[in-house]
T-cell receptor
C-alpha cells in the first residue's frame, strides 16, 4: 500500500513564525502536491512538484514556498505565518505511468492554527 | 478554467438506504478523468471511484457507482445499502488528460443515520 505521511497532525504557531510542513511518501512517486482544505472551498492546490528540485505554482501559492531535495520528501514552508493561513494542509503523491499521471494518494493532513 | 461544483453541502440517509451525491463540472476539454474521494472524520482521504471521460460505461466499485452524463457535465455518486462507515466528507474532482493537478468541488458531508 502507498503510504503518505505528514510530520504533524496538529500545529499551533504564532503570527510571523516560519513554519515547515513535511510530507514523505514511500512509493517512489514522481509527483507530489500540497493542498489547502477550507470549509466550503474544497481543496485548493498550493504547489506541486514533478521531480526533485522541480516545482510549479498551483492556484494559491502566495505566502508559501516549497522544497523538494529528495524524491520522497516534499516540504511546504510558510515564510511568515499569518492568521489567514490557519487551515488543514494535505499532501498527496502520484506516480506517472506510461506518460500519464495515476491516482493521487493523500496523507492524513496537518491542521495548522496560526494565532 | 475548469470548475467543479457540489451543490449539496450536507446530505443524510438512513442506514441500508441509497443516497446520491451530485457533482457538475465545467470544461472545454474532451479527454479527462473524474474522481470521487472520501474523507472520513479525522482519517485519510481515499479514492472511492474513478471515471475516464472516453468510457461510456459508468464505473462501479462494489456499493459505489456513478452516473456519468458527459453532455450534461454531470458526475453523481450513488451509494447503495449505506453503512455507518460511509459517513464522511465526499469530494468530487476533475483532471484533464495531461494535467498534473486535480480540481476539487466544495465537498458534501454525508451523515448515516442508524
Amino acid at each position: 500500500d502507498v503510504k503518505v505521511t505528514q510530520s504533524s497532525r496538529y500545529l499551533v504557531k504564532r503570527t510571523g513564525e516560519k513554519v515547515f510542513l513535511e510530507c514523505v511518501q514511500d512509493m517512489d512517486h514522481e509527483n507530489m502536491f500540497w493542498y489547502r482544505q477550507d470549509p466550503g472551498l474544497g481543496l485548493r492546490l498550493i504547489y506541486f512538484s514533478y521531480d526533485v528540485k522541480m516545482k510549479e505554482k498551483g492556484d494559491i501559492p502566495e505566502g508559501y514556498s516549497v522544497s523538494r531535495e529528495k524524491k520522497e520528501r516534499f516540504s511546504l514552508i510558510l515564510e511568515s505565518a499569518s492568521t489567514n493561513q490557519t487551515s488543514m494542509y494535505l499532501c498527496a503523491s502520484s506516480i506517472v505511468a506510461g506518460g500519464h499521471q495515476e491516482t493521487q494518494y493523500f496523507g492524513p493532513g496537518t491542521r495548522l492554527l496560526v494565532l | 478554467a475548469q470548475t467543479v461544483t457540489q451543490s449539496q453541502p450536507e446530505m443524510s440517509v438512513q442506514e441500508a438506504e441509497t443516497v446520491t451525491l451530485s457533482c457538475t463540472y465545467d470544461t472545454s476539454e474532451s479527454d479527462y478523468y473524474l474522481f470521487w474521494y472520501k474523507q472520513p472524520p479525522s482519517r485519510q482521504m481515499i479514492l472511492v471511484i474513478r471515471q475516464e471521460a472516453y468510457k461510456q460505461q459508468n464505473a462501479t466499485e462494489n456499493r459505489f457507482s456513478v452516473n456519468f452524463q458527459k453532455a450534461a457535465k454531470s458526475f453523481s455518486l450513488k451509494i447503495s445499502d449505506s453503512q455507518l462507515g460511509d459517513a464522511a466528507m465526499y469530494f468530487c474532482a476533475y483532471r484533464y488528460q495531461g494535467a498534473q493537478k486535480l480540481v476539487f468541488g466544495q465537498g458534501t458531508r454525508l451523515t448515516i443515520n442508524p
